[in-house]
């Protein structure tokens, strides 16, 4: 049983007043487990027909699904590794799927890392417009990177500033913002009771000043109209209600609006934070009443007369450089690019997102699809366009089961032998190695041996 702190749970009986026993049993029974299927790499039909494990649908996910994490180990799994899913706790998933997010648009995830909701809001852009991951840890934005890599996005700007920065050169630029703010994380006391450690430490008042700080500026980078979703995975009010009270006190061309509803979903309650009647359209996902952990979501939009003055800077000026020999391994490939939104840096060869604007002095990990180095008289692709090709997208593909061994020596970086009648129409030069259809990275072929060239810090140990 978990030790919850005395004061906590003060407040909580006080809030919940007759929930409170159920929500206390609720610490009682064990956390559940969930994957969020990559719908741009495939369909939630397909991946139940495949799944190597038990998996059971999450009700108000549209592509959410638990899993048993007493028996089944995903992240080992090569589909894993293919970026077919994301490991996330199912109501952790809820912010980004009641985002809406049409292709084409400005996307900023404010707080991103490690990547679980900065991963579903780029398949949603599918490609188009620009999806802006920030963290102002570098460490944890280099796993952020990671995961929107593996991902398959294609259309990435990583980046680790603080929202002062960011707001400075984004004013008013944003079509869809997603806060998840950094937060106490009283409702992820029975994913990881070590979060109780750090809220002992800290506190609701240290994690609310935070708040404070960073919600103007993500007010100030949306565009006149867009939306702003705002959450947390903490219960109390301070972190909450109270948050948004402010915020539309503060700001009056801010609304809350409707977020698409659940059975169990709570509204937000007014009487917590001054009694404005519109915080019943927050929600509040509650353990004793979800099979999942404690969040809370606030969607609002702008209205059109906001009188901040847009970012007016013009595009990056693309110098595609020497990349003849990129459009030679393009023949293979099967993608509509447009050369204009190629840069070359140095020998890396980029693929600029369409709606990024000049950003010199910005501290970023990645601005564009990395599509690989151009080296002399060749094209070395990348890890990263790798992970963004679909299935049917190249024609130079080696492609084993599953369960096939050299799948999990091809992910630890060891060379593998195939036969001829596995190698199909090809017979040597680079090839891209996939597990069922789904690539994992790129390899060299040479008389039946695949020279490994899986990138090395991904390699299973």
């Given at each position: 049983?978990?030790?919850?702190?005395?004061?906590?749970e003060?407040?909580?009986?006080?809030?919940?007043?007759?929930?409170?026993?159920?929500?206390?049993?609720?610490?009682e029974?064990?956390?559940?487990?969930?994957l969020?299927?990559?719908?741009?790499?495939?369909?939630?039909?397909r991946?139940?027909?495949?799944?190597?494990?038990?998996?059971?649908?999450?009700?108000?996910?549209?592509?959410g699904?638990?899993?048993?994490?007493?028996?089944?180990?995903?992240?080992?799994?090569?589909?894993?590794?293919?970026?077919?899913?994301?490991?996330?706790?199912?109501?952790?998933?809820?912010?980004?799927?009641?985002?809406?997010?049409?292709?084409?648009?400005?996307?900023?995830?404010?707080?991103?890392a490690?990547?679980?909701?900065?991963?579903e809001?780029?398949?949603?852009?599918?490609?188009?417009?620009?999806?802006?991951?920030?963290?102002?840890?570098?460490?944890?934005?280099?796993?952020?990177?990671?995961?929107?890599?593996?991902f398959?996005?294609?259309?990435?700007?990583?980046?680790s500033?603080?929202p002062?920065?960011?707001?400075?050169?984004?004013?008013?630029?944003?079509?869809?913002?997603?806060?998840?703010?950094?937060?106490?994380?009283?409702?992820?006391f029975r994913?990881?009771?070590?979060?109780?450690?750090?809220?002992?430490?800290?506190?609701v008042?240290?994690y609310?000043?935070?708040?404070?700080?960073?919600?103007?500026?993500?007010?100030?980078?949306?565009?006149?109209?867009?939306?702003?979703?705002?959450?947390?995975?903490?219960f109390?009010?301070?972190?909450?209600?109270?948050?948004?009270?402010?915020?539309?006190?503060?700001?009056?061309?801010?609304?809350?609006?409707?977020?698409?509803?659940?059975?169990g979903?709570?509204?937000?309650?007014?009487?917590?934070?001054?009694?404005?009647?519109?915080?019943?359209?927050?929600?509040?996902?509650?353990?004793?009443?979800?099979?999942?952990e404690?969040?809370?979501?606030?969607?609002?939009?702008?209205?059109?007369s906001?009188?901040?003055?847009?970012?007016?800077?013009?595009?990056?000026?693309?110098?595609?450089?020497d990349?003849?020999?990129?459009?030679?391994?393009?023949?293979?490939?099967?993608?509509?690019?447009?050369?204009?939104?190629?840069?070359?840096?140095?020998?890396?060869?980029?693929?600029?997102?369409?709606?990024?604007y000049?950003?010199?002095?910005?501290?970023?990990?990645?601005?564009?699809?990395?599509?690989?180095?151009?080296?002399?008289?060749?094209?070395e692709?990348?890890?990263?366009?790798?992970m963004?090709?679909?299935?049917?997208?190249?024609?130079?593909?080696?492609s084993?089961?599953?369960?096939d061994?050299?799948v999990?020596?091809?992910?630890?970086?060891?060379?593998?032998?195939?036969?001829?009648?596995?190698?199909g129409?090809?017979?040597?030069?680079?090839i891209?190695?996939?597990?069922?259809?789904?690539?994992?990275?790129?390899?060299?072929?040479?008389?039946?041996i695949?020279?490994n060239?899986y990138?090395q810090?991904w390699r299973?140990?």
């Open positions: 049983m978990i030790q919850l702190p005395v004061t906590f003060e407040r909580m009986r006080e809030l919940l007043s007759d929930e409170y026993d159920r929500f206390c049993e609720s610490y029974n064990p956390r559940m487990y969930g969020r299927v990559n719908t741009g790499k495939i369909t939630c039909s991946f139940e027909r495949i799944a190597p494990f038990e998996i059971k649908k999450i009700p108000w996910i549209s592509n699904y638990y899993y048993d994490g007493d028996k089944a180990q995903p992240a080992k799994h090569p589909y894993y590794h293919a970026g077919l899913y994301y490991l996330q706790e199912p109501s952790a998933m809820t912010p980004a799927d009641r985002l809406d997010i049409e292709p084409g648009e400005a996307v900023l995830d404010l707080c991103a490690p990547g679980g909701k900065a991963t809001l780029g398949v949603k852009l599918n490609g188009c417009g620009v999806l802006v991951a920030n963290d102002i840890s570098s460490s944890r934005a280099k796993a952020l990177l990671k995961n929107i890599e593996l398959g996005i294609r259309n990435p700007f990583v980046v500033e603080t002062a920065k960011l707001a400075s050169y984004f004013p008013g630029f944003f079509d869809k913002i997603l806060l998840d703010a950094p937060c106490s994380g009283e409702g992820m994913k990881d009771a070590s979060v109780i450690k750090n809220y002992q430490s800290c506190g008042d240290y609310a000043k935070i708040q404070r700080d960073i919600i103007p500026y993500a007010v100030r980078m949306l565009a006149p109209g867009g939306k702003l979703l705002y959450s947390t995975c903490t109390s009010p301070k972190e909450n209600e109270c948050q948004i009270e402010w915020l539309l006190s503060a700001y009056p061309e801010m609304k809350l609006i409707d977020i698409d509803g659940y059975e979903f709570d509204a937000g309650h007014p009487d917590w934070a001054g009694g404005n009647p519109t915080l019943r359209k927050c929600v509040h996902i509650w353990p004793h009443r979800m099979d999942g404690g969040h809370f979501l606030a969607l609002l939009q702008k209205d059109m906001d009188t901040y003055d847009t970012y007016g800077g013009g595009m990056n000026s693309v110098n595609s450089g990349s003849e020999y990129f459009f030679e391994f393009a023949k293979d490939l099967n993608w509509d690019v447009d050369s204009r939104r190629l840069e070359l840096r140095g020998e890396r060869l980029y693929y600029m997102p369409e709606r990024l000049k950003l010199s002095g910005m501290r970023f990990l990645r601005n564009g699809l990395l599509l690989g180095e151009c080296r002399k008289k060749r094209f692709p990348s890890q990263a366009l790798a963004a090709i679909k299935p049917g997208e190249y024609s130079r593909v080696i084993l089961s599953q369960d061994i050299r999990v020596k091809y992910l630890k970086g060891e060379t593998i032998s195939v036969s001829a009648g596995e190698t129409d090809t017979v040597k030069g680079l891209l190695f996939c597990v069922d259809g789904y690539p994992l990275g790129w390899g060299k072929l040479n008389n039946g695949i020279k060239k990138h810090g299973l140990m």
